[in-house]
């Protein structure tokens, strides 16, 4: 038995006017999963009072887009098709898959599960006709209960904190495999399998794989109030969690992931500020641009003083005399920094003794020395100061290898 295309079926007969059936379904509805096909018997056909669950030869069978229909013949699936169009039931053809947008994972499990020929004659015999919603599956809301880990990790100012987020959102998913759907979830339904079915089993598992989803996050070195806007690696993450619950077991991908703002506990977020606020002050010339903010802020609140300008600059003085560390300190410690910064290869020393910067020494007028190994052309880093000998070929460096 199997399925053929309406329109080459059609050629050289007249094979409209043969079919004993007609299968159809109407538009599922995104609350309905998975809907059993009924017989639309019309004035030109021949058997009106068929059995509800048998196919005769040459019923017809449309799919239309975003559907998948199978036929389950002794409860055994034994054909399938994703491809919109109409097509014309054959038992004497092969068994055929048109997986149309579902691809090559439906012909694989439709070979995985075999099929299994029915029953001689008419007694025993059980066939039904189901169709599969294969649109997205949207506004699937979730949030978490109870807190998730998240470690929180920042090199560029030292920060590892382990901390706990709080999150709520939607998903949406997709069936990419009904075979598998059908086989270990809906089985023969009697009519219609909705989505409330299975939705706390999914949300359930859905908020459980969160946490080793964020913690792949947390490797990228990414904060909390940035997941929000990295919803498509956290789709991946999720889709490879949840790929031998969903994918393996019930032919179900997560589509896309709809994720309002995190929160964390208010004492990790002021740690967080705080840590940041101090990786600041690590720069001398920051932390003396916000030590000269803070007096000049004292200096106002010592002119407005209740007690006299004079006491409230006597007070300020105490304060900054107590912290040992002024302004001008700061800026002198930035400064050696950004010397040390310059490259060293910048200066030179003069055989007179005299520290340049310049071609020539502007104490002796000598030129500043450049050496180059006369064999193989190697340049020291420092050519006021070349090593004895060549690191790269040996050769001693004398008079002959100054420029």
Known sequence: MGLIKAAAGAIGSTMADQW?????????????????????????????????????????????????????????IVEVCAEPGQFTYD????????????????????????RRFTLGGDTGRDQRVYYFNTKEITDNKFGTANPIPFRVV????????????????????????????????CGNVERDYSREEIDSQLKAEFISALQPAFAKLALLEMRPNQIPAHAEELSAFM??????????????????????????????AESIKQLQRSAVMRDPTMAAANLVGAQADAMRAAAENSAGAMTGFMGMGMAMNAGG??????????QPQAQTAAPAAESWRCACGSVNTGKFCPECGAKKPVYRCNKCGWKPADPSNPPKFCPECGDPFDEGDLE
């Open 20 to 76: 004993k059936e007609f299968f159809y379904c109407d538009a599922i509805d995104k609350d309905t999963l998975v809907v059993k096909g009924t017989k639309r018997i019309t004035s030109r056909s021949s058997n009106t009072k068929g059995s509800d669950n048998v196919i005769s030869n040459g019923s017809g069978i449309a799919v239309a887009d975003g559907q998948c229909m199978i036929i389950v013949d002794q409860g055994k």
């Open 91 to 114: 038992t004497s053809a092969e068994p055929s898959v048109f997986s149309g947008p579902l691809g090559k994972a439906i012909v694989d499990t439709f070979k995985l599960i075999g």
């Open 154 to 185: 920042d090199r560029n100012i030292g920060l590892d904190l382990d901390t706990a987020v709080r999150c709520n959102g939607v998903y949406s998913y997709r069936l990419t495999n009904p075979l598998l759907f059908y086989t270990n979830v």
């Open 239 to 268: 889709n490879e969690t949840l790929t031998r619950k969903w994918g393996e077991m019930r032919g179900i991908s997560i589509v896309s992931i709809g994720m309002n703002s995190i929160t964390i506990p208010d004492e990790d």
């Open 325 to 334: 560390v002024n302004a001008q300190n700061l800026y002198a410690m930035a």
